[in-house]
């Protein structure tokens, strides 16, 4: 048996109830409905329903989903779309004008058995603050509309954070708990390998955590913060959520990160040293080949437009963020333990054109789609979500700090990892 899926009636209050109606075989091929903003070369469009089309090294293997892509929606088609081409080379998945109809395969009822929501790349507008305005929650409220229209629903993966508002990401964590549907998201670097390939203990007392990479405003900092978040969640007892946020750049920034402690304004110089010794795409700090640190004015020169953010977590923890546009090519994070032990490790993305650190995220995906559950909290992605969204704001307030009650984000995490290992 695939697993048990839940469908809903609508109730005479315009509600969905609850019963578990359907049972699906082992030998009934799911069907999937992608709905992206574009779809070309290096797209998460791409990377994503590729997989589902045509497979990808999994286990020493080439794996082939148990389940078809039948309907596909792209928003933006220019000259470099390949939507048009996977069609043809992949009969089974229609291409349709709406969100509705690749939903209902053309229709008026709910036709397939999981949602790719994958609302990433393209041409969108960019508010004040630096986001980029993607459709995440749009998209969402026209496939909940079919959902609440059709009686019953299918789980649903939304590519990256919920969404750059807070409120509409609250409000997407708060439909799928109310309709009782799967619902997983959040980006790819949690369950990518690591190096080295370790996992941090449940229960670990963890007093400092910090995180690094490459930069990039709300697309770029979601990716550190949940990465740095799937560690940190394990620690002794569990999620509690952020208090308060503080983001740093400019002047204020180089006297951060020249202080060397939180105490002094800043952060623990022995965790940055931890994430950059992790680092495979560390640039050098002198002309020829170099395997040294480098220094305060080695970053200034390097990556002159650093900026960081600092969380308060509810059980004291401390965290930051440190983005290092021209410094550093990936990402990583170290964490000071209770009792003066350091813990460190590397995301470890293979950037080369396969793109191989999305397969371990298809895996995930297709395990949400079999068995209606996400394999890991989505309340994850809900905390990471707000997380960059404060973090910009106090970023945009021109640094000032910032209390987030709203924040107080509680969750368990898995026992097991979902990194990849092999």
Not at 43 to 72: C, Q, T
Not at 263 to 286: F, I, M, T, V
Not at 339 to 361: A, C, D, H, I, V
Request: charged share 25%; aromatic share 12%.
């Amino acid at each position: 048996m695939l697993g048990n899926r839940r469908d809903f009636l609508l109730t005479a209050a315009g509600g969905l109830a609850a019963m578990p109606l359907t049972t699906w075989a082992a030998d009934r091929r799911l069907r999937i409905a992608a709905v992206t903003t574009i779809y070309h070369k290096y797209s998460h469009s791409e990377h994503i329903v590729d997989r589902f089309l045509d497979g990808y090294g999994w286990n020493g293997k080439h794996h082939l989903p148990a389940m078809d892509v039948v309907s596909l929606y792209v928003e933006q088609v220019g000259e470099n779309d390949l939507s048009r081409e996977r069609a043809a080379r992949h009969p089974e998945m229609k291409i349709y004008p709406t969100i509705a109809e690749a939903l209902t395969q053309g229709g008026d009822k709910l036709a397939v058995d999981g949602v790719l929501l994958i609302g990433e790349h393209g041409k969108y507008p960019t508010n004040e603050k630096g986001q980029m305005l993607y459709p995440r929650y749009e998209y969402f409220q026209q496939i909940v509309k079919v959902y609440r229209d059709s009686g019953r629903t299918a789980p649903i993966f939304n590519d990256k954070h919920l969404s750059w508002n807070w409120q509409y990401a609250q409000e997407m964590y708060d439909t799928a708990k109310s309709m009782n549907f799967g619902f997983m998201a959040g980006s790819s670097l949690p369950v990518s390998w690591r190096q080295p390939s370790v996992e941090l203990p449940v229960g670990a007392e963890i007093e400092e955590a910090v995180g690094i990479w490459t930069g990039g405003i709300d697309g770029g900092d979601i990716h550190v913060i949940e990465a740095l978040q799937s560690v940190v969640e394990r620690r002794k007892g569990g999620e509690t959520g952020v208090k308060a946020v503080e983001a740093f750049k400019g002047d204020r920034f180089w006297k951060a990160l020249a202080s060397g402690t939180w105490s002094g304004g800043g952060w623990d110089q022995k965790l940055l040293e931890a994430c950059l010794s992790r680092s495979n795409q560390l640039k050098s700090n002198r002309e020829t080949y170099s395997h040294t640190y480098p220094g305060l004015e080695d970053i200034r020169r390097l990556a002159p437009d650093s900026y960081a953010y600092r969380f308060e977590y509810n059980d004291g923890m401390k965290v930051s963020i440190l983005q290092f546009p021209g410094l550093v090519g990936d990402c990583s994070m170290a964490a000071q333990l209770k009792g003066g032990e350091y813990f460190s490790l590397m995301f470890y993305l293979p950037y080369y054109t396969t793109r191989n650190f999305f397969n371990p995220q298809v895996h995930h995906i297709e395990s949400l789609f079999l068995t209606g559950k996400s394999p890991y909290p989505i309340e994850r992605t809900l905390l990471t979500t707000g997380m960059t969204a404060a973090a910009i704001d106090s970023l945009f307030q021109k640094e000032r700090r910032l209390e987030t009650p709203h924040l107080s984000v509680a969750y368990q995490p898995t026992r097991e990892s979902t990194f990849r290992r092999t």
